[in-house]
T-cell receptor
Framework: EAEVAQSPRYKITEKSQAVAFWCDPI?????LYWYRQILGQGPELLVQ????????DSQLPKDRFSAERLKGVDSTLKIQPAELGDSAMYLC?????????????FGPGTRLTVL | AQSVTQLDSQVPVFEEAPVELRCNYS??????LFWYVQYPNQGLQLLLK??????LVKGINGFEAEFNKSQTSFHLRKPSVHISDTAEYFC???????????FGKGTMLLVSP
């Protein structure tokens, strides 16, 4: 069964350092999402891609976060500089077309700890 | 704007007992509703979804949910839980106007022997 891949699974960094997360969606899925999940909360959308284009990045803190999906396949989320409040689980998901009825398939996530 | 309220942050239950996890939503247009499960340090897995038609939706692992438009609810039920059902459960909503998912804060189901 096809799965969404993410790496690394865990990342510990010091504040003010740069971190990057990678996601490879299910093959053939046009839509890719990055979510942030703070402990004890539900996931919150950071950015949505349709192929290589950003559809929604209204909740992305653009002063320190950036995301790209250059060839419309895999994607990278970067934080520079990291802050203590960025400690969270970062989840990547993909769906076939991005319609509201589509199922989103989630990867295992990257747990970030900022010291 | 959409919103989802999961009324219980934790639900403790004994093995083989029935369970109901409550979810209420708010949206001004027709909605699509989802339940996801998250095991510790893992991503989310879809349990079931309501798009249209029959208001009773059956999902994986013996779970089912009922869509109630008048009460704006989508409660999740299982007639007999197992230890392995211990996990966090998230209700989510999307709609025709806003296709991305809005999640509730989650309900931790704790099944004990």
């Amino acid at each position: 069964e096809a799965e969404v891949a993410q790496s690394p699974r865990y990342k510990i960094t010091e504040k003010s350092q740069a971190v990057a997360f990678w996601c490879d969606p299910i093959s053939g899925h046009a839509t890719l999402y990055w979510y942030r999940q703070i402990l004890g909360q539900g996931p919150e959308l950071l950015v949505q891609f349709q192929d290589e284009s950003v559809v929604d990045d209204s909740q992305l803190p653009k002063d320190r976060f950036s995301a790209e999906r250059l060839k419309g396949v895999d994607s990278t989320l970067k934080i520079q500089p990291a802050e203590l409040g960025d400690s969270a689980m970062y989840l990547c998901a993909s769906s076939f077309s991005g319609r509201a009825t589509d199922t989103q398939y989630f990867g295992p996530g990257t747990r970030l700890t900022v010291l | 704007a959409q919103s989802v309220t999961q009324l219980d942050s934790q639900v403790p239950v004994f093995e083989e007992a029935p369970v109901e996890l409550r979810c209420n939503y708010s949206s001004s247009v027709s909605v699509y509703l989802f339940w996801y499960v998250q095991y510790p340090n893992q991503g989310l897995q879809l349990l079931l979804k309501y798009l249209s038609g029959s208001t009773l939706v059956k999902g994986i692992n013996g779970f089912e949910a009922e869509f109630n438009k008048s009460q704006t609810s989508f409660h999740l039920r299982k007639p007999s839980v197992h230890i392995s059902d211990t996990a966090e459960y998230f209700c989510a909503v999307s709609d025709q106007r806003y296709s991305t998912l809005t999640f509730g804060k989650g309900t931790m189901l704790l099944v004990s022997p």
